[in-house]
């Protein structure tokens, strides 16, 4: 049972664009929730994160917002560009912290 | 410091048979996990070892085992391969048990024929 998941298994949008990648959950004991980017051939890298407590975090091009009573949240991608193109997982941690849920993943193609 | 490194980055096995992974963490890291990454189902928690003991264990037939050395270093075990097991293993390292930030390797690519 498929307990983060992210619809949208591809997306494309223009340089210079918004990149908004989904997530939704089902776990209402996930606390802390973090994407991860990944490129063919690499393994994943932590790319942001954020704790339950907030509804939003930043870091520089990079944004999540947290909707907990929807259980979802999103990765805004602000100005997206050539090199953002890759896989990004979604990833929830429980509250007791055992273990990393991951999504399905979301395959951004930024064209230029 | 260098990053987390998996051999082999490719293997080719035929069903029934048994293969090993190994995963060398970050220099100070003594967590690691693996993962299963297959196609629509995205990265799958197999387990987590911190000094030498498994944590966690994900939702996986006793067909996958593994295990953690007093420096860190990691192997898995799948025996009696099925053609299902075709995937991306991946590995990841953290300082500590179930630290949110986790380090991953590039993975082993393992295909069974």
């Known amino acids: 049972d498929q307990q983060v998941k992210q619809n949208s298994p591809s997306l494309s949008v223009q340089e210079g664009r918004i990149s908004i990648l989904n997530c939704d959950y089902t776990?209402?004991?996930?606390?802390?929730f973090l994407w991860y980017k990944k490129y063919p051939a690499e393994g994943p890298t932590f790319l942001i994160s954020?704790?339950?407590?907030?509804d939003k975090s930043e870091d520089g091009r990079f944004t999540v917002f947290l909707n907990k009573s929807a259980k979802h949240l999103s990765l805004h991608i602000v100005p997206s560009q050539p090199g953002d193109s890759a896989v990004y997982f979604c990833?929830?941690?429980?509250?007791?912290?055992?273990?990393?849920?991951f999504g399905t993943g979301t395959s951004l193609t930024v064209i230029p | 410091k260098a990053g987390v490194t998996q051999t082999p980055r490719y293997l080719i096995k035929t069903r029934g048979q048994q293969v090993t992974l190994s995963c060398s963490p970050i220099?100070?890291?003594?967590?690691v996990s693996w993962y299963q990454q297959t196609p629509g189902q995205g990265l799958q928690f197999l387990f987590e070892?911190?000094?030498?003991?498994?944590?966690n264990k994900g939702n996986f037939p006793g067909r996958f085992s593994g295990r953690q050395f007093s420096n860190s270093r990691s192997e898995m075990n799948v025996s009696t391969l099925e053609l299902g097991d075709s995937a991306l293993y991946l590995c990841?390292?953290?300082?500590?048990?179930?630290?949110?930030?986790?380090?991953f390797g590039p993975g082993t690519r393992l295909l069974v024929l």
């Open positions: 990841a390292s953290s300082l500590a048990q179930s630290e949110e930030t986790q380090y």
């Open positions: 776990n209402s004991m996930f606390d802390y």
């Open positions: 954020i704790s339950s407590i907030k």
């Open positions: 990833a929830a941690i429980p509250n007791t912290g055992n273990q990393f849920y």
């Open positions: 220099s100070g890291h003594r967590s």
């Open positions: 070892y911190f000094s030498e003991t498994q944590r």
